[in-house]
């Protein structure tokens, strides 16, 4: 920035006025100190000075004399006054005196003093205005060095301008190194940081080049920093920018700060452009358009525009992040705005010893410090709580006036944060992870045993959704076509979570309630749109409302109608639930063979599931020759 730039941002900032104002005070203060100290003396004092000759001139107003002395010292007044004792021989005695006289209209004197005041007054005022409409016109034409003055309550009064943080290259010193874990989300960020070191690659063979890509998982987890990342591995600037921060201050700013980031962008290119919080502007337009509302849509339209609008072989790419994926704006995810949807979720027991062990390089440790027994305790905690975690014992440890931290520091750390963290982020019990571990292999183990999609993974670490565990199935997209089989198979893999809760435990838990919501779903659409009921029949009972928002779904039912589907509904999910228990009862010891598997891992891949059943054949096939021996 240059000097002039740096002036310009010097008189936009509201310190302007404070010190201009101290200023002017002082300055009165000083004119007022030295030249208009006056004091008021008796008459007969008066007539004293007169007779020894000290009197230069004297001012008549009304029956006040003011009267100037022919020398003063540096502490005596410069002016005395005093109220006219009845003295017809005044004007005698001042001639014989040979002082100069004059008489005056009592209106008050303008003093130096009123000068100073209205002329620093009118100064402040054109400062005013002239800051006001500076900064209109930075609102309209969008700034050029963007940044607000940011300072304290003040720094909104820079509304318009994008707050976007402009991180300077040698300040993004975070590298990929710095996040440990989230290999997958790396993997698919180390094509981006390519993309903005060579562009010319991609698009010598007319690839078209990824504007966007959105960081999708729970708080914590380290989306903020892997953005960082990937700034700091491309060595190009990052622009940070918070998605609430396009709607909180101002009615109708929110468009202008999209446009203002995006130019600022331009020009830095290429760049990382990282919007944390999407969600703030990217929520799903209900079509309403009232209020408040309708702020947030124009500035999502803008952000879409801009999306759209850019050149992408300038290399700008936008991250965004959120941690509630399901509520944003279709509109959003279309292909050339963030296609790319990177799931960066709570680590493993693997990733949280990684991501201790990060933190602890930074942190002088005991020797022997066991970080895997951190790791151990802390299933479903974030890489925020686990830094938390190990900055908590470095505080305890310095608190004791010790020099290195040691395993007990750790411990009770860890019960600390764990304790705080507890609402915030889901930290699970033993007995709630072993249930949780269950309910997974049920979904699994049915899914398996019906030979359709193959499982892919299993998983107990809780995820962006609020889910507490997650079973992928290779297909779980809706196919073009789906048979009546199908859908069955699928209510029953659903239910199969609470079927197992209920085989092993003789509970139920409210984890199945995503399950139950989706087994719903699939019963509500086979018995009133797909026609796979026999007792509704051929009948469309709802319709899709918005089928390209949100889908749902609005009934046309009559009041009995209604009442039938919903029985309809109930007696399918009943018979799913009973097929998935048979299912599970049949194969009660490959449930706790790959439920105590997964407790031990938190993670399964299809294969090792494919390999622990088979596995569990053998040993299943020699138990009961061992029994009859
Ligand atoms: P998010 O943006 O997902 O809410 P942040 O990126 O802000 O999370 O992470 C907060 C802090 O937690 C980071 O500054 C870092 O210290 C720590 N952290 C989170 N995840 C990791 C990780 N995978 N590796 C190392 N540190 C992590
Ligand atoms: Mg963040
Ligand atoms: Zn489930």
């Known amino acids: 920035m240059n000097a002039k730039d740096g002036f310009r941002k010097f008189l936009h900032s509201p310190w302007v006025f404070l010190v201009l104002f101290a200023a002017v005070l002082l300055l009165v203060n000083l004119i007022g100190g030295t030249n208009n100290y006056s004091m008021e003396i008796n008459y007969s004092e008066f007539l004293k000075m007169l007779d020894e000759g000290e009197v ?65 007054s009118l100064l402040l005022m054109g400062l005013m205005i002239y800051w006001l409409v500076s900064i209109w016109r930075a609102t309209r034409s969008k700034g050029e060095n963007g940044k607000s003055s940011g300072l304290g309550g003040f720094g909104g009064f820079g509304f318009g301008k994008s707050t976007a943080k402009q991180f300077d290259v040698q300040n993004t010193t975070t590298r990929f190194t710095d996040v440990a874990g989230q290999d997958e989300a790396k993997e698919s960020l180390i094509e981006i940081v390519d993309i903005l070191k060579n562009p010319g690659k991609y698009t010598s063979v007319g690839a078209e080049i990824p504007k966007g890509a959105l960081l999708v998982g729970p708080p914590g987890t380290g989306k903020t920093l892997l953005a960082k990342a990937v700034a700091g591995e491309a060595g190009c600037p990052f622009f940070f920018v918070s998605g609430s921060a396009f709607v909180e201050m101002f009615v109708g700013t929110g468009a202008a700060r999209v446009r203002d980031l995006f130019q600022q962008a331009a020009k830095k290119a290429p760049c990382i452009v990282f919007i944390d919080e999407i969600d703030a502007i990217g929520k799903k337009r209900d079509g309403t358009g009232l209020g408040s509302n309708d702020e947030r849509e124009q500035t999502l339209n803008q952000l879409l525009a801009e999306m759209d609008g850019f050149d992408p072989e300038k290399g700008i790419i936008v991250l965004g992040a959120t941690n509630r994926p399901e509520i944003l704006d279709k509109a959003l995810l279309r292909p050339g705005r963030f296609d790319r949807r990177i799931p960066v979720e709570l680590p493993d027991m693997k990733g949280r010893e990684e991501i201790l062990q990060v933190h602890a390089r930074k942190k002088t440790m005991a020797p022997g410090i066991n970080l895997k027994r951190v790791a151990d305790a802390t299933p479903g905690a974030s890489g925020a709580d686990l830094a938390n975690i190990l900055n908590e014992a470095a505080l305890a440890c310095v608190r004791d006036g010790r020099s290195s931290v040691t395993q007990a520091d750790l411990d ?57 565990g997650f079973t992928m199935q290779a297909d779980e997209q809706e ?151």
């Open 412 to 468: 009770k750390a860890t019960e600390y944060v764990l304790a705080g963290s507890e609402k915030k982020s889901m930290v699970i019990s033993p007995e709630e992870k072993r249930i949780i571990a269950y309910h997974e292999i049920g979904h699994a183990l049915v899914a398996l045993k019906q030979g359709g999609a193959p499982v892919r993974k299993i998983t107990i670490i809780p995820r962006t959704n609020g889910a507490l």
């Open 479 to 629: 196919h073009v076509l789906q048979t009546k089989e199908d859908l069955k198979n699928r209510l029953q893999v659903l239910v199969a979570g609470r079927a197992a809760e209920e085989l092993m435990f003789e509970t139920c838990t409210s984890g199945a309630s995503n399950d139950i919501e989706r087994a719903t779903a699939i019963a509500r659409n086979m018995v009133t749109r797909f026609g796979m009921s026999d007792t509704i029949g051929l009948m469309a009972l709802d319709t899709v409302v918005d089928p390209y928002l949100d889908g749902s779904l609005k009934s046309n039912a009559s009041e009995e109608a209604a009442a039938k589907v919903e029985a309809e509904m109930k007696r399918l999910i009943s018979e799913a639930y009973e097929g998935a228990m048979k299912v599970l009862k049949e194969n009660a010891s490959t449930l706790n063979h790959l439920a105590e598997y997964l407790l031990m891992h938190e993670n399964i891949t299809g294969e090792e599931m494919v390999q622990l059943v088979e596995e569990e054949k053998k040993t299943a096939v020699m138990e009961p020759a061992d029994a009859a021996m």
């Open 56 to 120: 230069a001139s004297v001012v008549v107003t009304n029956d006040t004399l003011t009267i100037t002395p022919k020398s003063h010292g540096i502490n005596q007044p410069a002016i005395y006054t005093t109220k006219v004792v009845n003295n017809d021989a005044l004007v005698g005695e001042l001639r014989a005196a040979n002082v100069e006289f004059s008489a005056k209209t009592p209106a008050q004197p303008i003093s130096i003093l009123d000068i100073v005041m209205s002329a620093s």
